[in-house]
């Protein structure tokens, strides 16, 4: 099935790699058929993938992990989510996430 839909969409296929990127292990191609815009990808808005990353991004930033070491460094996550684009976010969130597993790295020596 995937195969016929590249061949029908030619963007669907780097579409799919992109959300392959996001997901990691979390998403498969059912999930992305029921999110993917084809429609409007084709006519250049990728508004999809912009949810999906701020869905993504919401998910990581909500985990205990994440505002423990928020607030151990002192950083306030809704300042941080109204004063920044989407990709900025998504960058300090996985700053802030090697920044916790250094901690707990030198924590365990």
Partial sequence: MSARLFEI????????????????DEGNFLDFLLQ???????KG???????LVTSQTSAS??????????GWLGV????????TSTFDTQVSAYKLQLQ?????RNAGK
């Fill in 9 to 24: 969409d030619p963007y669907a296929g780097v579409q799919y790699a992109m959300y392959s990127s996001i997901k990691k």
């Fill in 36 to 42: 993917y815009d084809s429609h409007g990808v084709n």
């Fill in 45 to 51: 808005d990728s508004s999809w993938l912009t949810k």
């Fill in 61 to 70: 930033l909500s985990s205990p992990e994440f505002l423990e070491m928020a």
């Fill in 76 to 83: 306030s996550t809704q300042e941080m989510l109204l004063n």
């Fill in 100 to 104: 916790l597993e250094i901690a707990k």
